[in-house]
């Protein structure tokens, strides 16, 4: 393959900053886009027009006909998160190459489906997480390789992305952005904000960026929150702030926290700070502000101001990319590095909207292991959906499952289910068990013990099949809804 073929689903906002960026990448065209929403199927065809009046990119609304007819060999999902994992899956069945948005879903349930699914094709599949590119996450990650910082300690991250009132709701059948105000008006009114149940189901684009740096997982969470209604907007149903305090596997601590209501200053909506036994690293926390670094083995008597974006990465900006030189005099350090290809530069986010997209066609051309892979991306999200779920549970602390296969898992399986036995020998059933086995309130189990050491869970299950067997006779005489009535009756006595 010379060149990956790409068809893009969901043409909401973000799909703007894909669609020129598909276009910069080298390798790789866009061949197809898909949204529900036939007004912004045509607004993006317009768009992609726009930027090359030869391409030849064929219109969806209907997902599976664009994976069964179009011309493409890979998909970018830019869904709402809680949709990621079905369409992902689907395309992964459809032989597709898969590269989605962040957060990667909502539940954990979802985590094991996309791993399994990985697992069982021969399809890249990658997190389109940028934040991991930014030039101070390559210094640090540096940093923390070669030892300067010492073994870290601590990690803090958050983001907090203030947003207007017309943020939050768009009509679904045009796919405009509209105010909250007018979206009580409209019957055809939707959530922007993907029915998000908690704002820390958005930290992976804190998580992500860290444990690139650290080369870690998260293996404990809690999580704590202001009340689950909004002080800021009367009308907006989460917590103004949601925090997730995590341990990792090779004993950092780290806290990070999200919010989508919390005023902030443009261009501070990430921010992170690292603590080594040997020194801190600390981005600013405002554009105004500059970013930090204390080294106590290099005898420094205080923290010295560093341009995390400039400093042996980028000092100058290139000449003809004017936007990027104004907007890296600002901003709190999400840049490129400097040698950064300049194509890079006119895409989103500074230039890093650029990477997960070449990362990703670069894995699928030259076979390379993909950038974020299935297991990293569920290492972003699980820690998340644990620590909104101690939330709901008044801060308990919650494991986090360990995705890699192992002695416990074999890849493609999921892992096994295990509860606990109480004194009163009661178990819980996992969800995942009950979902698979559609179980619900009020069913009966039956245990089936095979020897010492084994026993068979079976549900106790009358199919309709089974009721009407008995009721028709040998010559099928036909009944009557009350004769039938009266025979379950009997049968049930
Ligand atoms: N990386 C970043 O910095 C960043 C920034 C913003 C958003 N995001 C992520 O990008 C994704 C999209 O965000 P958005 O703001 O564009 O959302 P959006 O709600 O504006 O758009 C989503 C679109 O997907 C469409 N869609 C959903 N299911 C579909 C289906 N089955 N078939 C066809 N179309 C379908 C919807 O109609 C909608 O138009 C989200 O996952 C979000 O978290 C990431």
Request: net charge positive; aromatic share 8%.
């Amino acid at each position: 393959m010379k060149e990956v073929k790409i068809g893009v689903v969901g043409l909401g906002n973000r799909s703007t900053a894909w669609i020129p960026c598909i276009h910069l990448v080298p390798g790789c065209r866009l061949t197809a886009i898909c949204d529900k929403v036939e007004t912004l199927v045509n607004l993006r065809h317009r768009l992609a027009a726009d930027l090359n009046k030869d391409a030849r990119v064929a219109r969806y609304t209907d997902y599976d006909a664009m994976l069964r007819d179009a011309d493409i060999d890979a998909v970018a999902i830019l869904v709402e998160p809680h949709n990621n994992v079905e369409l992902a899956c689907r395309a992964l069945e459809a032989g597709k190459h898969v590269i989605a948005e962040v957060p990667l879903c909502y539940s954990l349930e979802d985590c094991w489906r996309i791993v399994t699914a990985v697992e069982r094709s021969d399809r890249v599949f990658q997190l389109g997480e940028q934040v991991r590119y930014s030039a101070f996450v390559q210094v640090w990650k540096k940093m923390v390789r070669d030892g300067t910082l010492g073994k870290v300690l601590y990690v803090e991250g958050q983001y907090l992305h203030g947003m207007g009132p017309d943020r939050y709701y768009h009509d679904a059948a045009t796919g405009a952005r509209i105010h909250f105000r007018e979206a009580k008006k409209r019957k055809s009114y939707k959530s922007r904000f993907w029915d998000m149940p908690h704002v820390i189901l958005y930290l992976p684009h804190e998580l992500s960026p860290m444990l690139h740096v650290l080369d870690e997982r998260v293996v404990k969470v809690t999580g704590m929150a202001t009340r689950p209604k909004s002080y800021r907007y009367e009308w907006f149903p989460h917590a103004d702030l949601e925090v997730a305090l995590m341990h990792t596997e090779k004993d950092t601590v780290m806290r990070m926290m999200a919010g989508f209501t919390v005023a902030t200053l443009g261009g501070s909506e990430h921010h992170h700070r690292l603590i080594g036994v040997n020194g801190w690293v600390e981005q600013p926390m405002n554009p105004e502000e500059k970013g930090k670094l204390w080294l106590a083995e290099r005898f420094m008597a205080d923290k010295a101001d560093v341009k995390w974006a400039y400093k042996d990465y980028w000092d100058v900006s290139p000449v003809g990319v004017s936007h990027v030189g104004q907007r890296h005099s600002r901003g709190t350090g999400q840049r490129p590095s400097r040698d950064t290809p300049m194509e890079a530069l006119q895409s989103g986010h500074y230039g890093l909207d650029y990477y997960p997209i070449a990362a990703f066609v670069e894995s699928i051309l030259e076979g390379k292991p993909s950038a974020m892979d299935v297991y990293a991306a569920a290492e972003t999200a699980a820690p998340a959906i644990l620590a909104a779920q101690s939330i709901e549970r008044g801060g308990v602390t919650l494991d986090v499952p360990d995705f890699r296969p192992g002695r416990k898992r074999k890849a493609g399986r999921y892992p096994a289910s295990t509860s606990g036995l109480t004194s009163k020998g009661q178990i819980t059933l996992p969800k995942r068990v009950r979902d698979s086995l559609h179980l619900h309130t009020g069913d009966r189990m039956e245990f089936l013990v095979r020897g010492q050491t084994e026993a068979v869970l079976k549900p106790v299950t009358k199919t309709v099949d089974e009721v009407f067997g008995r009721l028709s006779g040998r010559a099928g005489v036909t009944r009557t809804v009350e004769e039938m009535n009266e025979a379950i009756a009997r049968f049930q006595s």
